[in-house]
């Protein structure tokens, strides 16, 4: 793995094996996971961040395959970015969620996600 700082103080890492860059930064999140008959609502950390999912810390027992909704505001942005994703992995409290933007406003989120990550990569939006 190569790993460089960018511009805006994320560390790059590469991965010859992975579809996109991943992003490592240390954020506060929010994971939102509705219940039937309730709605649950922790607090956690993201830690690697790529155009199609976080790496999430958070005190929460998730099964992979759960569904949950991630809160998060990226450095340097005021608007906070909500999407729902799926838990793909996990290790102990620590889990692989992949983005699955299922409504126009949340590809318009992810979206924009991926214009910053680009900004931040310093590469030309397409």
């Known amino acids: 793995m190569v790993a460089t700082e960018s511009a805006a103080g994320f560390l790059l890492a590469s991965q010859n094996k992975r579809r996109a860059m991943r992003y490592k930064l240390d954020v506060p999140l929010r994971v939102i996971l509705q219940k039937l008959t309730t709605t649950l609502i922790r607090d956690g950390r993201g830690t690697e961040l790529s155009e199609y999912g976080m790496c999430v810390m958070v ?56 214009q910053v990550l680009q900004t931040f990569a310093g590469e030309r939006s397409s």
Not at 95 to 107: A, L
């Open 59 to 114: 005190g929460m027992e998730l099964g992979v395959g759960e569904e949950v909704e991630i809160e998060f505001t990226l450095p340097y942005s005021g608007e906070p970015i909500r999407v729902s994703s799926a838990v793909r992995n996990r290790v102990g409290y620590r889990y692989g969620c992949e983005f699955i933007p299922d409504g126009q406003g949340e590809q318009q989120v992810a979206a924009r996600l991926r």
